[in-house]
């Protein structure tokens, strides 16, 4: 097989590319160029743990400490930060607030949480804001590795004891959530309708009615109309 000059040289310099992707790859963390991180928590001693992690895994980087969320905004006001690792629960301070304001003011600062509080709703609401990685406070050297490497190439990472908790809530919300129909049918049992009535309303037979019915209760493993009637009022479907 015979190749020409170009198709030699195109060859030549995709192995040569191919090549630098798997160093880079294989490049270590700490290999990276000096990075400024931030570190906001009321704990010292917590911090000063987090702050000796951060020194074998990016040696080169410059860290600073701050106890409370003001003075973490005076400082990225005056200067650049690469990284910010910040705790959920800091006495005095709206850290959501916070962290919506530092993704919508500095885009380019790779965030993670590290924080005692396991509320899923909150998790699922700071990744939904941008938020890279969320530990929790029992977080080991490596996962703390991880989550700084997967922020740094632009993915999320959230620690071991804490994905089979979101998991768990993913699919039990997936099992909960009602379609549009399924809420419009709810809403007329819980306004006292019957089947018949809930039928002809919606121009539906009554074994589509009641095969709706019957999914709404599994869904929301409820067992009565008077259990449905009072879930429609404690969730406002009215």
């Known amino acids: 097989m015979r190749f020409c000059i170009q198709q030699v040289y195109a060859i030549s310099v995709f192995c040569y ?13 700490a290999d990276i160029f000096p990075l400024r991180i931030m570190l906001v928590d009321d704990h010292l001693m917590f911090s000063q743990g987090i702050a000796e992690l951060l020194k074998k895994i990016a040696p080169r980087s410059e860290l ?43 885009p380019d600062l790779y965030i993670i949480i590290v924080s005692s509080s396991m509320n899923a709703g909150n998790i699922k609401e700071l990744f939904a804001d941008g938020v890279h990685g969320y530990l929790s406070k029992a977080v080991t050297y490596n996962e703390l590795k991880m989550a ?12 071991s004891d804490l994905s089979g908790k979101m998991a768990t809530v993913f699919f039990e919300e997936r099992k909960t959530r009602l379609t549009r129909k399924e809420l419009v049918i709810l809403r007329t049992i819980a306004d006292g309708k ?20 019957r999914n709404i209760m599994f869904k929301l493993d409820l067992h009565s109309a008077a259990e449905l009637v009072k879930y429609a009022f404690e969730n406002n479907l009215f």
């Open 17 to 29: 590319c191919k090549q630098r992707k798997i160093l880079s790859l294989m490049l270590d963390f």
């Open 64 to 106: 600073s400490l701050f106890s409370s969320v003001q003075k973490a905004m005076i400082a990225l006001e005056k200067s650049k930060y690469e990284f910010l690792i910040c705790d959920l629960l800091i006495p005095g301070s709206n850290v959501m607030e916070f962290i919506a304001f530092c993704r919508k003011t500095y």
């Open 148 to 159: 700084l490497e997967k922020a740094y190439n632009g993915e999320r990472y959230i620690s």
């Open 194 to 213: 019957t089947v018949s009535e809930t039928a002809k309303a919606l121009s539906l037979s009554t074994a589509t009615v009641m095969s709706h019915r």
